[in-house]
């Protein structure tokens, strides 16, 4: 179309005589207003990157690529992974809050983004002011596991055998930052210890560790845990909220155990600010038609995974949440003195 619009303006200059500078400035300044609807109305004409801020193969990986099949399907156009791993989520964040406004970059952002506001005393952008929530899409609860051969099963006798060996037992995670890094620090917290913590660039090559027992436990999304536990490679201590998962049956919750405490982490799709209207609305609308296939809810909800309910799906919702999301998340990290330079 635009190719169109030029030659247009250099057969009228022919016909018509010498544009002025002035005049040719203002015809392109029309003919480049004319092409910005029809770029949002016949979006996407090419194929998507979805960035995801995490290593391949952790939980945040497999819920993106499930979603992110059948959003393809639906568009007629290819979603691509990208795993841009890195400080608890946020170097794949700000790579998207740095991408063009146009709707072919976004990131499966989460909970993650909001704790790096508080976590870092410098974070390389602003969830708030840099990027544009979508659409919220699932949540996970964190599990609390342990590598196989930890020498006990159920909470109470964990927390007792973490306080004997307070010095010497370590703790892995998926990044610092990352929800089950923060869930796990305020677990310590919470049972009076100070442990070391590992951190991985994702849940995928901590799971692994843990798998062959480079270090003794770790809080993770229910979706990095659930294959390694049905395949009795790993050691589920607790699911920490209130009802056992039903992918996860034989793992008790912390709550049965005597602990009240609830962590999960949400999910959702941001793009660049700046990005129209109208193309986030098409996103919005082709993930909602994605989470809505019978067959992703059933993957996901193999992996501990559920979509959000349909109250929770406006753009509006999501972005109302943000703001209380970051001053929720942060004022655990600012009670226990938790942050990272």
Request: charged content about 20%; glycine content about 8%; proline content about 7%.
């Amino acid at each position: 179309m635009w190719e169109k619009s030029k030659d247009s303006i250099w057969r009228h200059r022919r016909a018509a005589g010498p544009l002025s500078a002035l005049a040719l400035v203002s015809v392109l300044a029309i003919a480049a207003h004319d092409i910005k609807p029809a770029s949002a109305q016949d979006w996407p004409t090419r194929s998507l990157t979805m960035v995801v801020p995490f290593a391949a193969g952790g939980g945040t990986d497999v819920m993106a690529r499930i979603v992110g099949r059948r959003m393809s399907e639906i568009l007629g156009q290819e979603v691509s992974v990208q795993n841009k791993p890195g400080a608890g989520g946020m170097v794949g964040s700000a790579y998207v809050a740095r991408a063009r406004p146009d709707g072919y970059t976004f990131v499966f952002g989460s909970r993650s983004a909001a704790i790096d506001m508080t976590l870092y005393k410098h974070p390389t952008y602003s969830l708030q002011n840099d990027l544009a929530p979508v659409v919220l899409v699932a949540d996970q609860p964190t599990i609390l596991v342990a590598r196989k051969d930890l020498p006990v099963d159920r909470l109470q006798d964990f927390i007792a055998y973490v306080k004997r060996n307070a010095s010497t037992i370590r703790m892995g995670s998926a990044g610092v930052g990352a929800t089950g890094f923060v869930d796990c620090a305020i677990f310590n917290g919470m049972i009076g210890v100070n442990i070391q913590a590992i951190p991985y660039r994702g849940s995928g090559p901590a799971m692994q560790d843990l798998i062959t027992r480079q270090f003794d436990y770790m809080c993770t999304i229910s979706g990095s845990a659930a294959a390694p536990l049905q395949n009795d490679l790993i050691k589920g201590i607790a699911v920490l909220r209130h009802e056992r998962l039903p992918s996860l049956p034989n793992v008790p919750t912390a709550y049965e155990q005597g602990m009240d405490f609830n962590a999960s982490t949400w999910f959702g799709f941001f793009v660049p600010k700046g990005t129209p209207a109208a193309i986030i609305k098409k996103l919005h609308d082709v993930t909602v038609a994605a989470m809505e296939t019978p067959w992703v809810q059933e993957q996901l909800a193999t992996i501990g995974a559920y979509v959000v309910p349909p109250e929770h799906r406006s753009t509006e919702y999501f972005e109302s949440i943000i703001g209380p999301e970051i001053e929720k998340n942060g004022a655990p990290l600012k009670a226990l003195g938790i942050s990272v330079d």
